[in-house]
């Protein structure tokens, strides 16, 4: 499975983006689709997630504020984030789980919040 992420960049404080990811190779067998994000000098973490089922888990931190959704070959999976703070400035990665537990990951695109 290949992964291709964009759509990072600089937002202000209260602004908007909205990152994209899309898939390639052997999709078949993925479970779980969504993104993380790691912060400088804080360990990666899961941001927002669906699973095949279409159930959807997102970090107390971006709930309300963050969507996560994809198409129905799940060739695509996107996250608009509203309501931005200097707390969500992050490496944000786009992340495929097999139902093996195998782990795939998109090359990561930076977010900064700041005025």
């Known amino acids: 499975v290949q992964l291709q992420a964009s759509g990072g960049g600089l937002a202000q404080p209260g602004g908007s983006l909205r990152l994209s990811c899309a898939a390639s190779g052997n999709i078949y067998s993925i479970n779980v689709v969504g993104w993380y994000r790691q912060a400088p000098g804080k360990q990666r973490e899961l941001v927002a997630a669906?699973?095949?089922?279409?159930?959807?888990n997102y970090d107390d931190s971006v709930k309300g504020r963050f969507t996560v959704s994809t198409n129905n070959a799940r060739t695509t999976v996107d996250l608009q984030m509203n309501s931005l703070t200097p707390e969500d400035t992050a490496v944000y990665y786009c992340n495929y789980r097999q139902y093996s537990g195998n782990m795939y990951w998109g090359q990561g695109t930076l977010v900064t919040v700041s005025s």
């Open positions: 669906i699973t095949s089922s279409g159930w959807r």
